[in-house]
């Protein structure tokens, strides 16, 4: 078992490394590719599961179906078929953050005020300008919430990956380690997830708030 103080050293050591800065942009390079793909898959399938209640009902099924299914359960077909590439690693994360995605924004959709859709019918928008003017405005909090929410959710994945996968990355260099039974590296690269974590929530809750910030939920009251 590594002590602290050789926790901080393999941690010194890995800043002066050019494999583990690699590592490290690697998986968040998959963790971003893989939420930007699921975001726009879920914000286009959203929409149309909200707005339409034939494809509602058609999706309903599957959807229902894969949603309890974990991303690590999947990881095995995807690899299968992939191969521990990047290409798997942004695909398992696209599974971890797409289901969670097209049912918030669906249920942006759905929730959006019916008050709100007649009254710009009435002033004669046609279903395009009510889709982009209203349904979509409506819907924004949602998204925005299922983009904080999936970000972590996104890191933890390609980590997974990496881990158990051998998809480049931070995870493949933890796999590494343990391998070689060097448990300061183990420690100082779980810390440094820890740390990147952090930063995930952070960024998450800021772009929330950048993207809401005319929302009731988002500004200041003044007294």
């Excluded at 974990?70 to 590439?85: E, K, R, Y």
């Excluded at 279903?127 to 409506?138: A, D, Q, W």
Aim: with cysteine; net charge neutral; aromatic share 8%.
């Amino acid at each position: 078992m590594a002590t602290p103080r050789e926790t901080v050293l393999a941690l010194g050591d890995l800043v002066g490394d050019t494999e583990f800065w690699n590592a490290m942009l690697a998986t968040i390079a998959v963790a971003l590719v893989g939420l930007a793909a699921a975001m726009a898959a879920a914000l286009v399938l959203g929409i149309l599961i909200g707005w339409f209640p034939a494809v509602r009902r058609a999706l309903r099924v599957p959807l229902e179906f894969l949603k309890p299914i974990p991303p690590i359960v999947v990881m095995p077909v995807a690899i299968l078929i992939l191969g521990p590439t990047t290409s798997m690693a942004v695909f398992l994360v696209f599974y971890g953050c797409f289901l969670m995605s097209v049912s918030q924004i669906a249920s942006g959709v759905a929730e959006t005020d019916p008050v709100a859709i007649d009254t710009a019918r009435s002033y004669g928008f046609g279903r395009r300008e009510v889709l982009t003017h209203v349904v979509l405005p409506s819907t924004l909090p949602f998204a925005a919430t299922a983009f904080r929410i999936t970000l972590p959710i996104a890191l933890v994945a390609s980590v997974i990956a990496g881990l158990l996968g051998g998809a480049d990355g931070l995870g493949l260099a933890v796999n590494l380690a343990t391998q070689g039974a060097r448990t300061d590296l183990v420690f100082a690269l779980v810390f440094v997830l820890g740390l990147l974590g952090l930063v995930f929530n952070a960024v998450g809750a800021q772009v929330e708030r950048r993207l809401l910030h005319w929302h009731p939920s988002h500004r200041e009251v003044l007294r």
